[in-house]
């Protein structure tokens, strides 16, 4: 296939021109950042696992119904997805106390949280995605308050989704990062899912041991990060193809 126009490097993907109008071609890298690309590293085979797992996810919610910016995988590391105006927030959901939510206000890691919070940090490289409430959110114009909302109803129903698919194969939803499109379809516009959900956005542990099979390995050096990944994939029944 002839090599396509790249639009964007990210930290983790790439993102090429796609092959109709309003497509992209989003590729996965096995690259790995933390703490804000303080910490950088290369997890072998990651790309694969997180393209794979991504499809599997985005399809599972497109099938109850949640719009996502997903149209089909190409091939190992290559997904077509719809263009979409990216909003510049990053939408974090917890159900369990954990990350920076227990270094912040000093919750013990692991304890279960009364109910789900969701959190909104502004995409920003050079300000660190500092955290932000609604009030900043309307009024800087990154999203208006029905925007808010079509993203809040999103957000709940992907967590409640994906509790209990995660739960089904013996792991904890711990907590998770979403990020949203605009997408213009006859001149009307609908809030999408975009970016990605893979063990590099989300914590997920072992419902039964606790063990950790996410990019927390990465970050603190715990070792076997792939095969954390790996185990994701093998519970959801999609281990890559050789
Ligand atoms: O670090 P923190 O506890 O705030 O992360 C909460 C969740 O959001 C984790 O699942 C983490 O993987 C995800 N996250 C992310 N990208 C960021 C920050 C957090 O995917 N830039």
Excluded at 29 to 53: E, M, P, Q, S
């Amino acid at each position: 296939m002839a090599r396509r126009r790249q639009l964007y490097e990210g930290k983790a993907k790439i993102l090429f021109e796609g092959p109709e109008p309003g497509t992209l071609v989003q590729y996965f890298k096995d690259d790995a950042t933390a703490f804000n690309a303080k910490k950088k590293g290369t997890i072998t085979g990651k790309g694969v696992l997180n393209n794979r797992i991504s499809e599997y996810l985005m399809t599972r919610l497109a099938e109850i119904g949640i719009p996502t910016h997903f149209i089909r995988r190409l091939n190992m590391r290559e997904q077509l997805i719809r263009e979409v105006e990216i909003i510049p927030l990053e939408v974090v959901v917890r159900n369990v106390a954990a990350g920076s939510l227990s270094q912040r206000l000093g919750i013990t890691e692991g304890q279960r949280l009364p109910r789900s919070i969701i959190e909104y940090y502004y995409k920003n490289d050079a300000l660190n995605d500092p955290m932000v409430a609604e009030e900043h959110i309307t009024c800087f114009g990154w999203a208006s308050t029905q925007d808010l909302d079509d993203i809040v109803a999103l957000t709940l129903r992907v967590n409640d989704f994906l509790t209990g698919l995660f739960l089904g194969v013996g792991i904890t939803l711990v907590d998770f990062k979403l990020e949203f499109g605009r997408l213009w379809e006859n001149e009307e516009m609908r809030i999408v899912l975009a970016d990605e959900i893979s063990p590099d956005n989300c914590r997920l542990w072992d419902a039964k041991t606790g063990e950790k099979m996410d990019k927390d390995r990465f970050r603190r050096d715990l070792g076997k990060v792939e095969e954390g990944y790996q185990e994701v994939a093998r519970r959801l029944g999609i281990l890559p193809e050789a």
